[in-house]
């Protein structure tokens, strides 16, 4: 196989056009196409009902992932004179990026190596870099859609009282009731490399208290729901057009059958895998099912992750860096950024090996995985 051909298989696979067209032809026959039209209504609810929130729960749909974040960091930011922002370095671009546009300093914090997420530990070990008066809020960041319990991020709220912000970017599909529970913003991502995809879109989950705030964010600033347009903070164009909620809604159709499909697979690797191999730091993964379209492993030995990685290569599948090659305190824009000690993040950025995992994967492209894992990892 060659390698174009590799990078071909596995392209993201979204809905055919003849099934968009049809929400298409109701934005002809409209001719409202951005600014919370029919159809943008029309995916706000069905995300609703999807997740039960209740009415206590609010959702934006926004024109990507980054969007929800930075919307949700000016609306803190308007409403505090605090000064850092923490985020785990172990993380992408958009995190770090958006808490600078919101005018906040971050903070690289660290994680916990064996569930891959800040967690209190992560924030404590921060509070030697900062003061924590001086700290506005914290981004905790779902790791390839591994989902982190609502109760630790609950607990992380009330114990340090401060704002949190949930990039659960990839963890749409593994959202439940609990996040009615929730006391801080979450933020998803639809872009085409997720779980759960549509056009690049985004969404924010919040208290029903913050939801004008939110929504007149993302559209300059401006409160529609007033006679006259109204300017009642900064802003930006994030909106989710009418285009993204026909992609969106072509896309919702086939929701159900995309979790049965991950649950087929999560079952598959749970039977095969060895997952008593004592090289896996990560077993515990295996064991909980949750949906996630990329197979994270995390090796306690560098030589084992070599041999593993070179065993992927010679089979011809292609080990991915699902964030990025390095850490954000790594990469030179982002040097110069306070840090905490990060030994964790490096710890385990040096024994990850990351394959794609789409719903769509052939059974024996699975197995060959499994097997060259369970054959090199003893």
Request: proline fraction near 3%; hydrophobic fraction near 40%.
């Amino acid at each position: 196989m060659k390698k174009n051909e590799i990078k071909k298989k596995d392209r993201p696979l979204l809905n055919k056009t003849e099934s968009i067209k049809r929400y298409f032809k109701q934005i002809d026959k409209n001719r409202c196409y951005s600014n919370f039209g029919t159809l943008y209504y029309q995916a706000k609810n069905k995300v609703k009902q999807f997740l039960k929130l209740k009415d206590n729960k609010e959702v934006i749909l926004t024109s990507s992932g980054h969007s929800s974040l930075l919307a949700c960091l000016m609306h803190i930011k308007s409403i505090t004179k605090k000064k850092y922002f923490l985020v785990p370095t172990f993380s992408f671009y958009s995190d770090v990026t958006a808490i600078i546009q919101a005018g906040f300093d971050p903070v690289f914090i660290d994680i916990n190596p064996e569930l891959m997420y800040s967690d209190e530990s992560s924030i404590l070990k921060s509070l030697k870099t900062v003061e924590k008066k001086k700290i506005a809020g914290c981004v905790i960041i779902s790791p390839f859609g591994k989902p982190v319990p609502i109760n630790i991020l609950n607990n992380i709220v009330e114990k340090f009282k401060f704002h949190l912000i949930y990039d659960a970017a990839n963890a749409f599909l593994n959202l439940d009731k609990k996040i009615n529970n929730a006391n801080f913003f979450t933020v998803c991502s639809f872009h085409p490399l997720k779980t759960f995809a549509s056009n690049e879109s985004g969404l924010i989950i919040c208290k029903k208290k913050y939801y004008q705030d939110l929504k007149a964010m993302i559209n300059f600033g401006i409160n529609d729901n007033q006679s006259k347009r109204k300017i009642v903070n900064f802003g930006f164009n994030g909106k989710f057009s009418e285009y993204d909620a026909g992609i969106f809604l072509a896309n919702f159709k086939k929701i159900k059958l995309i979790q049965k499909k991950y649950k087929i697979i999560n079952k598959t690797i749970s039977n095969l895998l060895n997952k008593d191999h004592n090289q896996l730091l990560n077993k515990e993964d295996f064991k909980n099912s949750f949906i996630s379209n990329y197979f994270v492993l995390v090796l306690k030995g560098l030589l084992k992750t070599k041999i593993l990685k070179n065993k992927f290569s010679v089979k011809r599948i292609q080990v991915y860096y699902p964030w990025s090659p390095q850490l954000m305190h790594q990469i030179k824009i982002f040097k110069k950024i306070k840090k905490s000690s990060l030994k964790n993040s490096i710890y385990l950025m040096k024994r990850m090996i990351c394959l794609k995992l789409s719903y769509y994967i052939k059974k024996n492209q699975l197995l060959k995985i499994i097997n060259i894992i369970n054959s090199q990892v003893k």
